[in-house]
């Protein structure tokens, strides 16, 4: 499908937030990994959420659903033994996962997405279930990945935290269940540590006892735990929608978005302090952002690492402002579904935008006048730089026309529907 984008000079109206991508997969293993039954209401549905709804029924969990709430009857740590898993090309759902996977005999993860997810390493959670006792076969790191485990045991573990987050979280959500204690070292830096926060959160909501350091590099975890079956309430979707935030602040608008908790522990919320730094007109008030975008941005410099799935959205707003941006700690952008450094500014580039990179860092010199656009973008198979070339389609001069637009569908389905809905002029057409 291919999204053709043509300029929007104003966005008006109100949409509630989709629901947290992070905290529904989160509600939904924790979840799984309880013995009784959960209930998860208003879960997001994405093609992420929708991998780990397939690959928990895979592994015995019983899912019933209907418009407002999901109901889970976990496995507890004794997953259906099944010879694979297909988690799409979904990269948190399969390092989730691999840890699961270690409670059964034999799993191997089919690599259905060789050009995105299957370029991804995993080299360092692959190291850490070795550690555990879990034998893995893989393919340089990647998938295919087939994972032999059955009985993995606790005890001293080491994981790297400077390419994701994501292994660290891992192994936190598995190891209470093993016999044995555990102790977790992070080792080098932590990415996205907002992320682990959400992770501590949601455990400690399901019954289960961590000790972290201050500095969420260290941690004890006791054996023997057992998640309690719970009701969980996943909260409004900051890194979605910071890229609605993201479009009404490069456009004329008076653009509501609901259902965004201000106290959130989700990283992307920080995305609200920088469209405000960067002299957006906005307010965000009993959970809800309001922008009163008037085409006007100031340059500024962020730290990209604390709200890592939001950078790529404010990259986009910042082609438009006044002066030079410069996003820096970001170099695990370059180890998602593309690189999105690289590949995205590529794209920016292409379209008109002035950037630069460096290999942690994205500087942009913004055209407050626009840019050019009026050529066919490659989106390179991923949601986020789909969603970020479009708001810069909205404010160019020619449009921009964006290939497999489809894949926006991983974390936002709704995307374009709801800037529709506000005003905006795109098209999408089946190729």
């Known amino acids: 499908m291919k999204a053709i984008v043509r300029p929007t000079s104003l966005l008006d109206g109100e949409i509630q937030a989709l629901s947290s991508k992070n905290y529904t997969t989160r509600y939904i293993l924790i979840s799984a990994l309880a013995e009784g039954m959960s209930t998860v209401y208003y879960p997001a549905h994405s093609e992420d959420s929708d991998a780990l709804r397939r690959c928990i029924r895979d ?33 948190a759902v399969l390092r989730f996962l691999m840890s699961v996977a270690a409670f059964c ?15 991804r390493p995993h080299d360092d959670l692959i190291d850490a279930l070795g550690q555990l006792g879990v034998q893995v076969e893989h393919n340089g790191g990647k998938l295919p990945i087939t994972i032999r485990g059955g009985r993995p045991r606790g005890g001293k573990i080491s994981v790297s935290g400077n390419v994701s987050s994501q292994y660290l979280s891992s192994l936190l959500f598995t190891t209470p269940l093993f016999a044995e204690d555990s102790e977790i070292q992070v080792l080098h830096d932590l990415k996205s540590k907002p992320v682990v926060g959400q992770t501590l959160e949601v455990l400690a909501q399901a019954g289960i006892r961590v000790e972290a350091s201050d500095d969420l590099m260290h941690y004890r975890i006791p054996g023997g735990q057992r998640y309690e079956a719970k009701t969980h309430i996943v909260q409004g979707d900051y890194p979605g929608s910071a890229a609605i935030l993201a479009a009404a602040a490069v456009t004329d608008s008076n653009v509501r978005v609901l259902r965004l908790e ?26 809800v952002v309001t922008v ?32 030079t941006s410069r996003f820096y700690n970001v170099e695990n952008l370059r180890y998602k579904e593309c690189d999105r450094i690289t590949d995205f500014l590529n794209e920016l580039n292409k379209a008109g935008a002035r950037t630069e990179e460096r290999q942690s860092e994205i500087i942009v010199h913004g055209r407050p006048e626009g840019v050019e656009g009026g050529v066919e973008i490659d989106a390179h198979f991923d949601h986020r730089v789909i969603m970020a070339l479009t708001i810069v389609g909205l404010r160019s001069k020619k449009g921009l026309v964006i290939k497999d637009a489809q894949h926006v569908a991983k974390s936002y389905p709704d995307y374009f529907d709801h800037l529709i809905s506000l005003g905006a002029d795109i098209e999408l057409v089946n190729d």
């Open 59 to 91: 592994l015995g969990a019983i899912v019933d659903e209907d418009e407002t709430k999901m109901t889970i009857r976990g496995f507890g740590n004794k997953p259906r033994h099944v010879s694979e898993l297909n988690v799409g090309n979904a990269g």
């Open 105 to 119: 005999p034999e799993v191997t993860f089919v690599n259905t997405y060789p050009d995105s997810l299957g370029k």
């Open 262 to 287: 201000e106290n959130s522990k989700q990283g992307e919320r920080a995305a609200v302090d920088v469209l405000r730094a960067m002299k957006v007109p906005l307010t965000h008030e009993q959970g």
């Open 292 to 323: 009163h975008g008037n085409k006007r941005l100031s340059a500024g410099e962020f730290d990209g690492d604390q709200f890592t799935d939001a950078v790529l959205a404010l990259v986009a707003a910042s082609v438009f402002a006044d002066g």
